[in-house]
């Protein structure tokens, strides 16, 4: 038995728009774009581009980078491969040139635009690796997995060839190499693989939600923060509803092209499953943004009662300001004092004058800055303690979701 080569890659919808920036970028190191030239020309560098060409109907590009061959479709399916020499180098190798060469240079030109919520960012990943071998017998095809500390979990025929899977080895046993084939199970892995982490990441924004929903009183300081969080996690519901829908579209259109790969049965079975959890989980997503919605809603309605609470508590107490500045301006009225000797006679003879300029600023001001105390009391004892209470938690609840939503976990 000889291994021929080792295959790597990943899966994100892309175009043929993107599929010629990235071919623009390799030719030139440059891009129409607002991005920094000598970035560019550095990412460029680390690539040690060769032999670059772009199909005739643009729907994909060669190269050679360094020591790997490489190929990016405009469906978004990534290919880079070598000759296998020591196959567990190999395997850090085609590992270290995706994370630290390959993936820097695509983020960095797809980086204008919409931007990637933080919690899709561990979707991206590089796998299977992918082996291919002359025919060879079981035993010596299971050396292989067990010399890299793996273990096989499923094995699929067809004629004389075979499939070996692990959770990241796939070995193919065959008279030679089929780039469709191994196109198609690179698609098929990666999108299995990203299902399961959206299916993750539901759960985790809805448990979010439920934290919300499960406050019965809300600090009128939290209600910011709580509305900024809401706000992100609305964004990347967005994002994953689009993306699911550009991927089961990208599935329903995957049939036509097996009719002369092998492995017909396996794939088509598989992709027909996979065209299946993308509705399912589009669905679930629907559920999810209206759930966030909801909770947006009801925030934004307690941050609006909370505001106009603070509102009517600060107008009582202008007016008792404003009152009491009145009263204690009219206390002031003028008045005359007379003095008189024993024979009855006026000896001394005195007057007040009522609201005095003086007394007016005076008690005015004192009056204005005893409000503005009383305010930023107010202000820091309002923020400490007040509450906005959920008074309905089946606002943020339906019970035929949440019978659902056991079904989830």
């Known amino acids: 038995m000889k291994m021929r080569n080792i295959y790597a890659g990943s899966w994100v919808p892309r175009t043929a728009l ?8 390799l030719a030139s190191g440059k891009s129409h774009l607002n991005l920094d030239e000598k970035k560019l020309t550095n990412l460029r560098k680390n690539l040690k581009v060769s032999n670059l060409t772009m199909l ?4 994909g590009i060669s190269a050679r980078l360094g020591e790997l061959d490489f190929n990016y479709q405009d469906d978004g399916l990534i290919i880079f491969n070598k000759r296998v020499e020591i196959l567990n180098k190999d395997i850090i190798d085609l590992g ?5 060469k390959l993936f820097p240079a695509f983020s960095y030109l797809y980086s204008l635009g919409s931007p990637m919520p933080k919690i899709f960012t561990a979707i991206f990943s590089v796998m299977p690796f992918i082996i291919t071998v002359d025919s060879g017998s079981d035993s010596e095809i299971r050396k292989i997995f067990s010399n890299s500390n793996k273990e096989i979990k499923k094995v699929v025929t ?3 060839s075979k499939l070996y899977f692990s959770d990241e080895l796939l070995v193919i046993s065959s008279p030679k190499d089929d780039l469709e084939l191994i196109k198609s199970l690179i698609f098929i892995e990666d999108c299995r693989s990203q299902f399961n982490k959206i299916l993750n990441l539901h759960r985790f924004i809805w448990e979010e939600v439920d934290k919300i929903k499960e406050m019965n009183r809300l600090p009128y300081n939290k209600l910011s923060t ?3 969080s809401l706000t992100e996690l609305d964004n990347e519901v967005v994002f994953l509803s689009s993306r699911l829908n550009q991927t089961i579209l990208l599935l329903s259109g995957f049939d036509s092209e097996y009719s002369s790969l092998s492995f017909k049965k396996y794939l088509t079975g598989n992709i027909s499953s996979l065209e299946k959890t993308g509705n399912y989980l589009s669905d679930l997503w629907h559920m999810t943004e209206s759930r966030v919605k909801s909770a947006q809603d009801l925030i934004a309605s307690l941050y609006q009662e909370s505001t106009q609470k603070q509102l009517n508590i600060l107008q009582i107490i202008f007016i008792i300001s404003a009152m ?3 009263i204690a301006l009219g206390s002031i009225y003028g008045f005359e004092f007379k003095a008189y000797d024993l024979s ?4 001394y003879y005195g007057s007040t004058k009522s609201f005095a300029l003086f007394d007016l600023l005076r008690f005015g001001l004192s009056a204005l800055f ?3 105390a009383v305010y930023l009391i107010f202000f820091f004892v309002y923020n400490k303690v007040s509450y906005s209470k959920i008074t309905n938690n089946k606002s943020l609840q339906n019970q035929e979701l949440e019978n659902i939503k056991k079904m989830f976990r």
């Not at 993107?18 to 970028?25: K, L, P, S």
Request: charge should be negative; hydrophobic fraction near 30%; aromatic fraction near 12%.
């Open 344 to 347: 009855g006679q006026m000896t």
């Open 56 to 59: 005739e109907d643009g729907s």
């Open 96 to 100: 270290n040139f995706s994370i630290k």
């Open 226 to 228: 709580i509305r900024d």
């Open 18 to 25: 993107h599929v010629e920036e990235f071919y623009n970028f």
């Open 324 to 326: 009491a500045s009145i």
């Open 370 to 372: 005893s409000g503005i």
């Open 158 to 160: 067809d004629g004389d």
